[in-house]
């Protein structure tokens, strides 16, 4: 800046600068910040930050350094330093797996989590391929009925009949999908809301023993003991979790029977494990939580038990590659898919202000509620009231099933770092790293929400290529 113009020493400059900022004032908060962002000396920079992101929504932005050093030798091949980037940070993934927070990092947890689910259907990523001769199923395991509810498609006939409360007791109506009143009791005074968010609470519980109970009974049916069946078969699972419109999580697994160190025993077939599967499914019955709030009896699955064995190579039935899909295409969902929230309930004034359905305020309160209860503290209700009572992880599977997601992401960024640098593996990386900030402001936003609708267009286009070019 010479001094001709300088705005503190040159009047002319000082009337330029004072009429510039009047003429920002005038502007909306978010065209200011364009303005700023455009004015940014590094804004290329910043750009390729966030592109390497893939638009992320939320991002964490760090600052540190690193130094790759060849080990043998003791030669320095790399400095890198955020010093010298945009703002002395740099922007990396947020990786949220729900799309309701980073559409762009949901993306990419989907497609990791199909392909940890592939791998463990027809192998690779560190699975041996005869994986897919092993007898093979897709199950869903569902809720039990805590109270009728509206249904998707012909909903429950319409009776004359009215419940003790004076409701109605069926409705007679063909619904849509995307209709509100899907989910939604009849009656809600007839509801069992407590045994519904007790039921979430418990669900990672009951599908421990739903494992437990089909070792059991692969034990009966292969005529071994108890104690002996681990050392015969091995059950290997992969499974997500769910939530149904009325609010209840059901699970989605994809369920292997394995061998000691590899295939299972001859006679140990696809149609033994089926039968084992819905008779220890149906055999679940577990205690409900000891509660003045609760009536007792025994938590349970539903009735509603789908079993689809999975053939090698197709066959007509349910592909590996649509499992995996399906599978794949939860994990970026939650508890919002029922109409609920994202994030955690600070208080009970929280919730009534919410913008949710009665049935879902209800739910929330419910949990909020009996999470205040001394008997009922381990479950952590009022933590997991956003949840509905659930606190298990969305995607769960056993240690033999595949490969892990930090294995997937371990060898994305070794394959990156490839690309860039050009070295073997044989260096050593030193660095150190401290967290600066997270997010975008309202300008940045919208630019790498245009980043990642690009990036996806460019996918789609590239995947249609690929399809045209197929025989």
Excluded at 32 to 61: H, K, N
Aim: overall charge positive; some cysteine.
């Amino acid at each position: 800046m010479t001094a001709s113009t300088n705005p503190y020493t040159d009047p002319t400059a000082r009337r330029a600068f004072l009429d510039r900022e009047a003429r920002l004032r005038q502007l909306p908060p978010t065209e200011r910040d364009f303005v700023r962002l455009g004015e940014m000396p590094d804004l290329s920079r910043w750009l390729e930050q966030i592109r390497a992101t893939g638009g992320c929504a939320e991002p964490v932005y760090l600052a540190g350094h690193t130094v790759t050093v060849d080990p043998d030798t003791g030669e320095v091949l790399r400095r890198y330093s955020t010093a010298t980037e945009p703002g002395g940070r740099l922007a990396v993934r947020c990786r949220n797996r729900r799309a309701s927070r980073c559409a762009p990092c949901s993306r990419e947890h989907s497609g990791d989590t199909f392909h940890l689910v592939r791998s463990g259907l027809v192998g690779g990523k560190g699975v041996p391929e005869t994986v897919r001769t092993h007898p093979r199923l897709f199950v869903t395991l569902t809720a039990p009925s805590f109270g009728s509810v509206h249904r998707a498609g012909d909903c429950h006939p319409a009776r004359r009949r009215r419940c003790e409360h004076g409701g109605r007791q069926g409705c007679g109506r063909t619904h849509l999908d995307a209709d509100p009143l899907v989910g939604q009791p009849f009656c809600a005074d007839c509801y069992d809301y407590p045994g519904h968010i007790l039921w979430n609470a418990m669900a990672p519980t009951l599908w421990k023993a739903f494992r437990d109970n089909l070792y059991h009974h692969l034990a009966g049916r292969l005529a071994v003991r108890r104690s002996e069946v681990r050392k015969l078969v091995r059950v290997s699972a992969a499974k997500v979790a769910e939530y149904q419109k009325r609010g209840a999580v059901h699970f989605h697994a994809v369920v292997r029977l394995d061998g000691p160190d590899g295939p299972p025993p001859p006679g140990v077939t696809g149609d033994l494990l089926l039968e084992a599967v819905r008779t220890a499914a149906a055999a679940v019955a577990l205690p409900g939580p000891d509660s003045v709030a609760y009536s007792g009896g025994r938590l349970s699955f539903g009735r509603q038990l789908d079993v689809h064995a999975l053939i090698n190579g197709g066959g007509g039935r349910i592909s590996d590659d649509a499992v995996a899909a399906y599978v794949a295409k939860y994990t970026s969902k939650s508890v919002e898919a029922a109409g609920a929230v994202d994030r955690r309930i600070e208080s009970l004034a929280e919730i009534q202000a919410l913008r949710v359905t009665p049935h879902v305020r209800t739910l929330i309160t419910t949990a909020w509620r009996l999470g205040g209860l001394p008997e009922l503290q381990h479950l952590r209700l009022r933590a997991w009231a956003h949840m509905l009572g659930y606190r298990g992880h969305c995607l769960t599977k056993t240690r033999d099933y595949s490969t892990t997601y930090g294995q997937l992401r371990a060898a994305r960024a070794e394959h990156a770092r490839g690309l860039d640098v050009g070295w073997d593996d044989e260096t050593v990386v030193e660095g150190a790293w401290r967290f600066v900030g997270t997010g975008h402001t309202p300008a940045e936003a919208l630019v790498a929400a245009g980043i990642a609708e690009d990036l996806a267009t460019n996918r789609e286009i590239v995947r249609a290529e690929q399809a045209g070019e197929r025989p």
